[in-house]
């Protein structure tokens, strides 16, 4: 039993590396709200979402053109993702402004704000759904292949209780681009005077708006930042794993979502962790669970292992993982 | 008799010492003040008297019996209550309402008997009104019955805190910063209430409050903290001249014009 | 609405809400420039409100502030601060996650030449040297008095026309306070405007060129330092 | 304009006119839906009645009496005229379920102020409760017994699947606990989906729910040997079942326990310092919560006579939710409309819009592409609305208000009850 | 009134007036005819909407192609074609619409079993005959309801048929299952796997996915280390198509079989050329094989602008057997509309119908005799597939 798992340990880690890394980005795109507003913006995942479909869109009017063949695959790949990038930032700023920043003003409960969130995520795929419907007939859109180069990893001739792995060069593009992401995320926010203000607005709002710091605009680029970088995890999905549809976001969100609690919400290493993290965990759970629990509980079960690790943590460490714990006032 | 023995209390956050060796005791029907700068670790004090904090050493003893360890809710059936210095009201329910959930540990309703309609549960719930309305009449509410609580006037509310908090029928009633935000006439209304609180109740009484008038009117005897630590502690006028306490709170200048 | 003043900053019958609460109830007063004028009452009376009032956190839903010749009451927090008016909250409220250096350079926001942010920086140090040997400290880690000096150095470092500072004697001990109130004094030879909101009535009108005293949202006493120390009611009821 | 408003104005001033008015108006309706017994418009006009019965100024009791009567009369018979009968009668019956259910969640988030986002769950634990012992499923793992169970165990299992239910909710309740505000929304979504998979899965090593084949075959209830199948029959369950909830939701509401809930969701922190238990109060919501939704999910298992996993997804979760807040959180009559607003949009609105669409394109030719159908749209039209409702009406259709007391009244009572201490004393003191 | 009270009296009054758009008079059928509809119940949206819609048409064609033959007798047949959304719940609530339409004298439909068992529980209570072109699930007429037919084969045949070409004819001999936990692809796994069992080969795996997500890697990489000869895949093609994909990736370079729910253009499109040595059992019958199949296929496709799908034929056959079987009902009832209960009758015993891609003879159980399973490959990155074996019961 132990042999089996040990042997296709490397498979599952490039696979929940691949997994995770999206998941941390979008779970990334929660904290962040989460960290400004304590606002569980449930709308994200479908953010992501449309992401995916700018870049089919933008993908298939270059092919239309005849770039695509035209131009080397890298530079596709990279106006695709910027533009579909920036149209989901500009996306998550309009939200903010039509959904978030009225309930602010009239200092609406967050539960209200939580319902908003709930109605844009209903909107966003129902459009989706419609316009792809519209144009194909069906909403299921498969993306040209790109990136599909196989790799294998010959791990078993130097190892031999490792079997071999493979992967697509677009899992090193996957792995390349997010790292990217989250290290220039990181710069920004813990180098830059904007990302110290953002951090600023997240620790007290009331007292940074009191430093000359214009409190709506550094929510506005948050968004921006938080949804660009979902549209952009949202490209490289379509890139990974060809096929996209409007409820990707539904499912991928929710477990960003369980990514970023579970890494504590509001704490963006701790969202990278908690995505990564959670991708391993599915990801061993899938190929696994079956071997460890012989055959009683098969990769079906996965999403209840990861539930389940997540109402362990939460009970131990109700904060999460990275959270700290917040006493409340009396 | 003391009803209210607290012994070496102390409490840290994260390394931080809020309070520290606080020795205190009370004795039934007294009203003792707390007084001290903002800060000074007063409230963290009635916190963890009340059970919103645990203590990290020390104990706290009413009627001999330990309450470390408590819940909030079992102290409060112990028989002591309080009101808070960010009032804490229900704000969405009424007015009497809030006043009925300070009846809630006294009040033998069930669910099941308020569901079945039984005729002594209703009774009890009829009576519970009344003896609310009672209550509200006598802090000088029953003008406001059927209001939200949350759209009362600032004093109002502090009132609504305390009628609640009596509802509870304390042995012990906590008074957090109770004239905070009130007039002169309103400050001696409630001094007034106080004072009545005490022959008519029959409760024993902790305040903190900054108003030196109230204070020194109606304490029979004062703890002055500061910096978490009990720096004196005494009959009003030894507290007035104690030199400890003007340099920390009433302030130098006091020394020198008083 | 064309409002004048012949005041540095003035507020006329402003009335201030919390929801539903009236906190703040026809609040007049005024400073000029240079002075050190103090705001002493209870907890709760509405100083808290008055300062947040004026720089921008509450919205006055009647009357009007008038800064520098400005009408500034419907101004948000950010656009008030950005005319000079710098407030050092209650409670210091310093960020606790940035270092004493990031605490320090976020008052200066809108300063984009670094060179401008070290000179003030340096100011600062001046005032408070301790700061500068904990530049690279988390601001929650720091003791009160040390945070207190952060929150006043934060908001030199906008190098404000007006100086607004809330209860800044809160919880420490009584020789920090000295301190702090001497540095309060100092800033203000130097030329800089302050209004000064207090529980801590003896030291603040000791210092303070005038005072206003509040009571449940409403001025009811305002006279100079002296006038007020000696005033009966004042004494009863803050001096003990 | 001015001169109709004061019309109306007059007419609301009198009590009399009113009940002329509100009888009129069922008239009309009702002779509308008898004469036009297919037109969904004139069943709902029908229905919109109960909604002007609250609104009206009579008193209490009339108000429960003539509601009763136009639900559980007037309309089904005014309708049993109609082709649609069934269709209508379905309606009635889903609406009656998720208004239940909708009133579970209603004690959940409105009087307790905990955010559920699987309470689907109890749903589906109720539903495959009855499921499993109305079909021979249970033959498949339990060793003794004969199933299906006769027809007349629904009676028992609606209240077996309340306490079921309960069960859950407190199972769920208690890591909960642990957990705070918008922390809880993920537990309680984690759950709801843990809860479906298991079920969807349930059918290897032990063949407990057979997994996603679902439970088909359902033995339908036996009422004193009537078999009960058709959508009038369980009409009249679910509209049973429904008068008991509000029973029970309207008293808990202003006892003891209702109280505590408020007092919880209004600041936890000072409920403790009054003596209310947390973690009991909370609990408690949950699980009578929950048996609401365990006891519709009985009947919901029966009138499909099938179940599967697919029935019980996070959307259903929100859907419920969306009843809540587009009612009014805590506010009973809202959650009712809400509830009564959604399943109509959705089961006859929506879907008469999209059949209407069709019948244009294949009569007159019209192509409309299949992707504008509105039924398509249902999540959008639900989004919009939500949004909509949460910035221009916060409180939801029917705001919640506080239950005024009589104050002239109590102050008499209190009179009277100091005279008779001041009387029992001085007695005291004679004697 | 106060304004505040008039507004959600104004909402609801506002969504009242919407129904009143919906509410459109009954055409009491044009130029004098009698109207008899005939209801389709298919998922028009959802992860199988390709399916749904290839059977909406299909009965569409199959009507228009007949209509005149009716219309001779006075009667003129539409379609009331609604969306299951591959719902129960939807289902039961159309059904309910469906049987109080007194026009509607049968259903074409539906596609999922888990949605066609509620359903008919419904169309049974209100003797509403269902044909259905595509639910294969066993126990949809192992109920043995006088209203429910299929002419499709049942997964007890197609599986089963499935294993025997697996086992036999592309012997693997170590087969990795994986379903999708659904009615329909569970219930075609399970009957593959027992008789591959059966027939001695070996069952290294038998796992379930979630459907609606894109990352099948964790099952995949698993049953690539065991090293099967097949992998087969019971589900529809959204999660199929990805399946293919990444097993391909993963360097899994044999056989992968699938059921119909794999039969469809969108798995080529998804899978791309990793389809290439895919093996499908389907029901459906690849009508480019026959002169009338292909005489189909041109008309469905001058007609919609769409290729066929392998239900467009099945959906054709549905509705061509219930106008068989109202036809012979009218003839039945002196030329008058015929009820529910002749309807139903006739219907069933619907014999030897022969449509464009099986021939139909009903048995007691609402069963075809004649369904056949046939088994596809993909030799190349194009759809249909290839026809390599036709199998009767």
Redesign the interface.
């Known amino acids: 039993m132990l042999a089996h798992i040990i042997q296709n340990l490397p498979q599952v880690l490039i696979d929940g590396l691949t997994l995770g890394v999206v998941y941390a980005v979008v779970a990334i795109g929660y904290t962040m709200v989460y960290g400004i507003l304590e606002l569980i913006n449930f709308a994200h995942g479908d953010v992501f979402m449309t992401g995916a479909f700018m870049g089919a869109i933008v993908l298939f009017l270059l092919m239309g053109m005849g770039f695509l063949a035209a131009l080397p695959a890298i530079l596709v790949f990279i106006i695709v993702i910027v533009i579909a990038a920036i149209a989901t930032g500009l996306l998550g700023v309009g939200i903010e402004r039509v959904a978030y920043r009225p309930l602010r003003k009239k200092n609406a409960p967050k539960l209200i704000a939580l319902i908003t969130s709930i109605g844009i995520s209903f909107v966003l795929e129902d459009l989706v759904r419609f316009i792809a419907e519209l144009k194909t007939g069906n909403y299921i859109v498969t993306a040209p292949p790109m990136f599909n180069h196989k790799f294998t990893l010959n791990l078993h001739s130097a190892l031999p209780f490792f079997n071999n792995a493979t992967f697509q060069s677009s899992f090193l593009l996957v792995l390349i681009v997010t790292i990217i992401m989250l290290i220039a995320l990181d710069l920004f926010v813990n180098k830059t005077k904007w990302g110290m203000a953002m951090r600023a607005v997240a620790q007290d709002r009331d007292t940074a708006s009191l430093m000359t710091i214009n409190v709506n605009r550094v929510i506005s680029v948050t968004f921006f930042i938080g949804s660009a970088l979902g549209g952009a995890t949202g490209v490289l999905f379509m890139i990974q794993y060809g096929t996209i549809d409007p409820y990707i976001g539904f499912v991928l969100g929710i477990k960003a979502f369980t990514a970023a609690v579970l890494g504590g919400i509001g704490n963006i290493r701790g969202a990278m962790f908690g995505g990564v993290m959670l991708g391993l965990l599915e990801m061993f759970a899938a190929s696994n669970l079956s071997i460890i629990t012989h055959g009683a509980m098969g990769a079906e079960y996965k999403d209840v292992f990861a539930f389940i690790i997540l109402i362990l943590v939460l009970i131990f460490k109700p904060e999460g993982l990275f959270g700290k714990a917040v006493v409340e006032k009396v | 008799m003391n009803i209210l023995e607290v012994k070496h209390l102390t409490k840290e956050f994260g390394g931080l010492t809020a309070t520290s060796d606080i020795n205190m005791t009370v004795e039934k029907n007294a009203i003792t003040a707390v007084i001290g700068p903002n800060g000074a670790g007063k409230t963290t004090f009635f916190n963890m008297i009340t059970a919103v904090y645990q203590p990290t050493s020390g104990d706290i003893l009413l009627n001999g019996k330990s309450l470390v360890g408590l819940k909030p809710h079992q102290v409060s059936q112990f028989g002591i209550t309080r009101t808070f210095q960010n009032i804490r009201l229900f704000e969405n329910m009424t007015v009497l309402e809030n006043v009925l959930v300070g009846m809630h540990q006294n009040l033998k309703s069930h669910w099941i008997g308020t569901l079945l309609q039984l005729p002594h549960i209703r009774k009890i719930e009829e009576d519970a009104r009344v003896t609310a309305y009672d209550i509200l009449n006598y802090v000088g509410l029953e003008n406001y019955v059927n209001e939200n609580a949350g759209n009362l006037a600032y004093g109002a509310q502090r009132r609504l805190e305390i009628g609640r908090a009596i509802a509870a029928k304390p042995k012990v009633l906590l008074l957090d910063e109770p004239a905070a935000g009130m007039n002169p006439k309103e400050t001696e209304r409630l001094t007034n209430l106080i004072h009545d609180m005490r022959t008519k109740l029959d409760v024993t009484i902790i305040l903190i409050e900054h108003d030196m008038n109230l204070v020194m009117k109606i304490s029979d005897s004062i703890y002055v903290l500061d910096h978490g630590e009990l720096i004196a502690s005494g009959k009003p006028n030894e507290i007035r001249n104690n030199k400890k306490v003007i340099e920390a709170y009433l302030g130098k200048g006091a020394v020198s014009n008083g | 609405m064309a409002e004048v003043s012949n005041h540095f900053l003035e507020v006329k019958k402003i009335d201030s809400f919390y929801s539903q609460i009236q906190a703040l109830e026809g609040v007049d007063l005024y400073i000029d420039k240079g002075e050190i004028v103090t705001l002493i009452g209870s907890n709760g009376a509405g100083k808290s409100t008055t300062l947040k009032s004026i720089s921008g956190q509450v919205r006055p839903k009647n009357g009007s502030i008038i800064f520098d010749g400005q009408e500034i009451s419907k101004f948000q927090a950010h656009k008030t601060a950005l005319l000079g008016i710098a407030q050092v909250p209650e409670g210091r409220r310093i960020f606790p996650r940035l270092t004493v250096r990031e605490n320090l350079q976020i008052g200066a926001f809108s300063v984009k030449d670094k060179h401008v942010i070290a000179e003030r920086m340096e100011r600062v140090f001046n005032y408070f040297p301790r700061l500068k040997e904990r530049l690279n400290q988390k601001g929650g880690t720091m003791s009160g008095g040390e945070q207190q000096m952060l929150a006043i150095g934060r908001a030199l470092m906008m190098k404000p026309k007006l100086l607004m500072l809330d209860e800044p004697s809160m919880g420490l001990a009584p020789i920090i306070v000295e301190q702090i109130f001497d540095i309060i004094k100092e800033m203000n030879e130097e030329g800089m405007t302050i209004l000064l909101v207090e529980q801590n009535a003896y030291q603040a009108l000791q210092i303070a060129d005038r005072g206003y005293v509040i009571q449940t949202g409403q001025i009811v006493l305002d006279g100079n330092g002296d006038e007020l120390m000696k005033n009966e009611q004042v004494r009863a009821a803050y001096l003990a | 304009m001015t001169s109709l408003?004061a019309f109306?104005?007059k007419i609301?001033q009198s009590k009399k006119n009113q009940s002329i008015l509100f009888l009129a108006y069922v008239i009309v309706t009702g002779a509308g839906l008898f004469l036009l017994p297919?037109?969904?418009?004139a069943f709902?006009?029908l229905l919109?009645s109960i909604?002007i019965l609250y609104?009206l100024n009579l008193n209490l009791r009339a108000k429960w009496v003539t509601g009763i009567v136009i639900l559980a009369v007037v309309v089904p018979f005014i309708a049993s005229f109609?082709?649609?009968?069934?269709?209508y009668m379905?309606v009635g019956t889903?609406v009656g379920i998720y208004c239940a259910m909708a009133l579970g969640l209603n004690i959940v988030?409105g009087f307790a102020g905990l955010?559920d986002l699987g309470f689907i769950a109890f749903f589906a634990v109720g539903a495959y409760t009855y499921a499993i012992f109305a079909s021979d499923q249970a033959s498949k793992f339990m060793p003794f017994g004969h199933y299906p169970l006769s027809g007349g165990a629904f009676w028992i299992f609606i209240f077996i699947a309340a306490i079921v239910a309960a069960i859950f909710g407190i199972l769920l309740g208690v890591?909960v606990l642990?957990?705070?505000?918008?922390?809880l929304?993920?537990?309680t979504?984690?759950?709801g989906?843990?809860i479906r998979?298991?079920l969807?899965?349930m059918?290897?090593?032990i063949n407990i729910t057979n997994?996603?084949?679902?439970i088909?075959?359902i033995a339908p209830p036996n009422f004193f040997g009537i078999s009960i199948?058709?959508?009038n029959q369980f009409y009249y369950i679910a509209f049973a079942i429904f008068l008991l909830v509000i029973?029970?939701v309207r008293?808990?509401e202003y006892?003891?326990?209702?109280?505590?809930w408020?007092?919880v969701?209004?600041?936890e922190?000072?409920?403790?310092?009054?003596?209310?238990?947390?973690v009991k109060t909370k609990l408690?919501a949950f699980a009578i919560g929950a048996s609401f939704s365990g006891m519709m999910g009985v009947v919901f298992a029966a009138k499909?006579?099938?179940v599967?996993a697919?029935?019980f997804t996070?959307l259903e979760s929100?859907m419920v939710?969306?009843m809540v807040?587009l009612g009014g959180?805590?506010s009973v009559p809202g959650v009712i409309?809400g509830a009564a607003?959604v399943i109509?949009?959705r089961?006859?609105?929506l879907?008469?819009?999209?059949?209407?669409l069709?019948?244009?394109s294949?009569?007159y030719g019209i192509s409309i592409?299949?992707?504008?159908?509105p039924?398509?749209?249902?999540?959008?039209i639900?989004?919009?609305?939500?949004?909509v409702?949460?910035?221009y009406?916060?409180q939801g259709?029917?705001p919640?208000k506080?239950?005024?007391?009589d104050?002239a009244a109590?102050?008499k009572?209190?009179e009277q009850?100091?005279l008779k201490r001041e009387k029992t004393a001085s007695g005291g003191a004679d004697s | 009134m106060k304004l505040k009270r008039v507004v959600p009296l104004l909402a609801i009054i506002a969504l009242l007036v919407g129904v009143l758009a919906a509410c459109s008079p009954k055409s009491g059928g044009s130029n004098g005819k009698t109207v008899i509809e005939i209801g389709s119940q298919s998922p028009l949206s959802g992860g199988s909407a390709t399916l749904g819609d290839a059977i909406r048409l299909g009965a569409k064609l199959a009507i228009e192609d007949r209509q005149k033959e009716f219309e001779k007798k006075g009667f003129q047949i539409k379609l009331k074609d609604l969306d299951d959304q591959g719902d129960p719940k939807k289902g039961v609530a159309n059904a309910q619409i469906l049987a109080s339409d007194k026009d509607v004298l049968a259903v074409v439909g539906h596609l999922n079993s888990g949605v066609a068992i509620p359903s008919s529980e419904v169309y049974n209570k209100n003797n509403l005959a269902m044909v259905s072109p595509a639910t294969t699930a066993t126990v949809v007429t192992d109920r043995k309801l006088p209203t429910v037919n299929r002419i499709c084969a049942r997964d007890d045949f197609q599986g089963p048929a499935g294993a025997n070409f697996a086992v036999k004819t592309l012997k693997a001999k170590k087969i990795f299952v994986i379903q999708d936990k659904t009615a329909y692809g569970s219930g075609l796994a399970e009957q593959f796997r027992d008789q591959a069992k059966k027939l001695g080969a070996e069952i290294v795996g038998y796992e379930g996915i979630t459907v609606g997500e894109k990352d099948f890697n964790g099952v995949l990489s698993q049953a690539v280390a065991k090293k099967p000869d097949l992998i087969y895949f019971g589900g529809v093609y959204a999660e199929g198509g990805l399946i293919i994909k990444q097993a391909r990736q993963k360097g899994f370079d044999g056989p992968i079989m699938g059921g119909d729910g794999l039969d469809s253009s969108s798995t080529v499109q998804i899978a791309g050329d990793s389809v290439k040595g895919v093996y499908l059992t389907s029901v459906a019958g690849d009508v480019s094989k026959t002169e009338k199949g292909q005489a189909f296929a041109k008309k469905y496709k001058k007609e919609f602008g769409k290729n066929v799908e392998s239900y467009s034929a099945y959906g054709y056959d549905a509705a061509g057997v219930i106008l068989e079987g109202l036809m012979k009902a009218i003839d039945g009832n002196d030329d008058k509309k015929p009820t529910r209960e002749q309807v139903t009758k006739a219907i069933r015993s619907v014999q030897n119908y022969d449509g464009v891609t099986t021939k139909v003879s009903l048995d007691d159980k609402g069963d075809n005799k004649y369904a056949k399973v046939y088994i596809y490959n993909f030799a190349e990155a194009k759809y249909p597939p290839v026809q390599k074996a036709e199998i009767s019961q």
């Open positions: 408003s109306f104005e609301a297919d037109s969904t418009i709902l006009l919109f909604l609104y109609s082709d649609s009968y069934q269709t379905e889903l988030v955010l890591p642990r957990v705070r505000g918008d922390y929304a993920i537990v979504l984690g759950f989906e843990i998979i298991l969807n899965n059918d290897h090593p997994g996603s084949m679902g088909a075959s199948g058709s959508s029973y029970v008293k808990l006892s003891k326990l209702g109280r505590a408020k007092a969701r209004d600041n922190i000072a409920a403790q310092s009054m003596g209310i238990p947390l408690a499909q006579m099938f599967d697919t029935s996070y929100t939710l969306v807040i959180m805590g409309l607003v109509i949009l089961t006859q609105v879907t008469n819009i999209s059949n209407w069709s019948a244009m294949s009569n592409p299949p992707a504008l159908s039924e398509k749209m249902q999540l959008l639900f989004g919009i609305l939500l949004i409702f949460a910035l009406r916060t259709l029917i919640h506080n239950r005024k007391v104050v109590l102050k009572e209190s009850a100091a």
